[in-house]
């Protein structure tokens, strides 16, 4: 590879093919307009119409004026990745990050008790989808992310903010016309769901830094270009001999800064509680692991990983032992509570799985998905990984909402008692930098995936760079569970550009994950989910460049997926075949994609969309930018089909900036330092897909060390006697180098009133304040040796 070329938009001009030109098609919308409407609007006539249409704009808060405004122009040097470009640490200087945001009451304090059933609208009125046109004769959304959105007046939001911040969610139907069966009256009620289980431990905790296990454990570079992967799986095996502790690690491995070479296939993580650990992802001063092998058997696609985590074994994936048969007529979509014949078998507390059992009714009515070979059985082998949280009687009340309506008249659905085989757990990987070595441009006899997770429950990959790959730099795959995806990079895909190539964060049969401030460029589908993968799954905060295809579920209906604050930028903005997030019957494409996922949310993306919806099911896109497309490419070989619910596009929904965060606070609130940790400070003031665009993999992205403060507690600062109580604070040290150190951590204050901290030497802890006003402090950590020293600013408004 020639890696000292600028590569912009047609890199190697290796991205040149020919682009569909038939017309577009008009599709039909999922549009209700209650009947009471419809009457008043006769009755009242014109004036009443402008009246609330008034109303409406009213309603609708303006979209945010602060915008991240890249625009995806990626003239960078493409070629700092060379094999030359080691260089020795360097000490990082002490660093002032943006203004910290001011912490100020709310109206009323946000409950940090976890929820299982959200709020609902108490209505069964359907909100009608939105219709907006495709090409706006007034304004370009994609160039003014203000416009005024297209929406009824009678429209009621799917999901906004009720008393006190938190969420409400408003019922809908699944099909135009048609009530649910089995319900009150038959009417709405299903409701998005609660995505914000997904991730390490449910995002509950923050991703533990995990002790290095001594120096048989540490690995040292030789600073010559020999085989490493004795040396490294030698490492990996002797921490997988140590014994589990309390929290179920058995140690990390140190790979220290420099380069390392693997000729040998698959570096292997097979055992429990084992991280792997870089000195950084800096081009110029980490840890770069070099993946030489190719496949010597056939020469043309290499489908080899360089780090395997988990087993691949040959014993399928569920062993049932006792199941009993759903109850219920019809279980909603967003629903955490079901019926079951008997539960008399299970006890809170423990993990099952909810099973979808689905007949030929099912797949004749979702427009005959028999056609492309789609049959019961296949379909009703679908599971979704819950845990039981209280039984009452044969009620069931579960941890995590169901993401696909179960119905009766489909054939219903169990909860089965169950044994994952061979799964591990507590497995992480970080602070690398991994490259492929293709030979040509359009090479694929080198590495496929940087990362891949095999039956892993809770485990990680953060602050890992790639590039080469011709896969991508992760895959998540085997029923693997809770995982974080972080602060990682796939950029210089090399492959042809062709189907089953360049998937940057692919998500397949999996369950809770989160991928969140991500980068993606010269890729196809960069941020993807396969066939049949259940769901919840999350991508927030992501940026994908110079696109060559969609991002979104690809094919064979997956379910429960989350798309929130992502901008894509196609590498030929023209083209219809670009539009950056698919959710559509693909038809026969492939080898029968079908309808490829249902209950997928499109959260203030900016790119063009497709959002179709298919018969008893739903998808939505709210508060989208871009163009809507009608994507003729499947004409030919699937039924034009009715759009899913739009709302406020071409205007973000600028209350509710991530719908992902938001229910994460709802859910485990601000005195949890996991909220902070998953949602920084840069996040909470505006999107980040400039930083992203800006970062291009290098180092550590956003700030190394940052401050949190328990915002839900700030109302009640003062009691009824005007006494100062205890407000939880805390500081998040997210540079691992660091993190390996010893430190020390001071808080200090630098003006306003008086403020009292309880001990200025912990990361955590509390303060009380003297009276109202501005207070200004912060929190300084640096290493016992003085080679590395941080500051994060924080301020109250009492």
Not at 62 to 87: H, P, W
Not at 166 to 175: M, T
Not at 539 to 560: A, I, K, M
Request: glycine share 8%.
């Amino acid at each position: 590879v020639d890696a000292s070329r600028e590569i912009g938009t047609n890199a190697w001009n290796l991205y040149d093919h020919d682009v569909p030109t038939s017309p577009r098609r008009r599709k039909r919308a999922h549009c209700v307009y209650p009947a009471v409407m419809v009457l008043v609007a006769l009755l009242a006539g014109a004036a009443l119409v402008i009246v609330l249409l008034r109303q409406s704009n009213n309603r609708g808060a303006s979209a945010s004026n602060s915008l991240d405004g890249s625009n995806g122009n990626d003239n960078r040097d493409f070629g700092k990745d060379n094999r030359t470009e080691s260089e020795p640490p360097t000490n990082q200087p002490m660093v002032n990050p943006s203004p910290a945001p001011i912490h100020q009451p709310q109206s009323s304090p946000t409950s940090s008790f976890p929820t299982f059933a959200p709020s609902v609208v108490p209505s069964t009125t359907v909100p009608p989808s939105v219709v907006p046109s495709i090409a706006p004769t007034t304004v370009n959304p994609t160039e003014n992310p203000s416009a005024t959105p297209s929406a009824t007046p009678t429209e009621v939001r799917l999901v906004s903010r009720g008393l006190g911040g938190r969420l409400v969610y408003a019922g809908y139907e699944n099909q135009v016309g048609a009530m649910n069966p089995g319900t009150v009256g038959g009417g709405a009620t299903n409701v998005v769901p609660d995505f914000s289980t997904a991730g390490y431990q449910k995002g509950e905790v923050p991703i533990p830094f995990v002790e290095v296990a001594g120096e048989n454990a540490t690995v040292y570079p030789t600073g010559a270009n020999e085989d490493d992967s004795e040396r490294i799986q030698v490492a990996i095996d002797y921490v997988a001999s140590l014994p589990l502790d309390s929290n179920g690690f058995r140690g990390a491995v140190l790979i220290k800064a420099g380069e390392y070479n693997i000729f040998h296939p698959a570096l292997q993580v097979r055992d429990s509680g084992i991280v792997i650990r870089g000195e950084g992802s800096s081009r110029q001063a980490g840890t770069t692991i070099w993946y030489h092998y190719t496949d010597p058997t056939d020469g043309v696609e290499d489908r080899s990983t360089l780090f395997e985590l988990g087993t691949k074994s040959g014993n399928g994936g569920v062993v049932e032992k006792f199941n009993t048969k759903i109850a219920d007529d019809y279980v909603p979509v967003g629903a955490t509570i079901l019926t079951v014949e008997d539960a008399s078998s299970f006890v809170a507390g423990e993990e099952v799985v909810v099973t979808q059992q689905v007949n030929d009714d099912w797949l004749l009515h979702m427009s005959n998905m028999g056609q492309y070979d789609w049959t019961p059985e296949q379909y009703s082998r679908r599971f979704w990984r819950r845990r039981i949280v209280h039984i009452e009687d044969n009620t069931i009340l579960f941890d995590a909402p169901i993401v696909q309506a179960i119905e009766a008249q489909y054939g219903g659905g169990f909860v089965k008692r169950y044994t994952f085989l061979d799964e591990v757990s507590n497995i992480g990987i970080e602070s690398l930098r991994l490259l492929s070595s293709p030979d040509t441009p359009d090479d694929e006899d080198h590495g496929q995936y940087a990362i891949r997770f095999n039956r892993v429950k809770n485990g990680w990959v953060r602050q890992v760079s790639a590039s080469f790959f011709w896969g991508g730099v992760v895959q998540v795959q085997a029923f693997s569970s809770y995982v974080t995806i972080e602060d990682s990079s796939m950029t210089k895909h090399t492959s042809r550009i062709q189907g089953g190539r360049r998937y940057a964060f692919n998500l397949n049969d999996a369950e809770f994950v989160l991928v969140q401030r991500c980068l993606a460029s010269h890729g196809r589908h960069d941020f993807v989910t396969g066939s049949q993968t259940n769901g919840p799954n999350v991508f927030v905060d992501n940026l994908s460049l110079n696109s060559f295809s969609d991002n979104g579920p690809h094919h064979r209906y997956s379910t429960g997926l989350l798309m929130d604050s992502i901008k894509s930028l196609s590498a030929e903005s023209d083209s219809e075949e670009h539009s950056n997030f698919h959710v559509q019957n693909r038809g026969a494409s492939g080898s029968g994609h079908g309808w490829s996922g249902a209950q997928v949310m499109f959260w203030n993306l900016e790119g063009k969309v497709i959002c179709d919806a298919p018969n008893g099911a739903m998808n939505w896109a709210i508060g989208c930018v871009g163009q809507i497309v009608d994507d003729e490419r499947w004409t030919s070989i699937s039924p034009e089909e009715p759009r899913g619910i739009f709302q406020s596009h071409g205007q973000h929904v600028s209350d509710i900036r991530s719908l992902f965060y938001s229910q994460l606070h709802d859910r485990i609130g601000t005195n949890n330092p996991a909220y902070h940790s998953s949602f920084l400070p840069e996040q909470k003031q505006s999107y980040i897909w400039s930083d992203l665009q800006n970062w291009d993999g290098d180092g550590l992205f956003l700030s190394p060390l940052v401050t949190w403060v328990d915002d839900d507690a700030l109302p009640v600062a003062f009691n009824s006697q005007n006494v100062s109580l205890p407000l939880k604070i805390g500081g998040i040290v997210r540079d691992l180098n660091l993190l390996g150190m010893e430190f020390t951590s001071t808080w200090s204050q630098s003006e306003g009133p008086t403020m009292t901290f309880d001990d200025t030497s912990q990361l955590e802890t509390t303060v009380t304040f003297s009276g109202k006003g501005l207070y200004l402090f912060g929190l300084t950590v640096s290493s016992r040796l003085g080679t590395i020293a941080y500051y994060a600013p924080a301020q109250v408004m009492i």
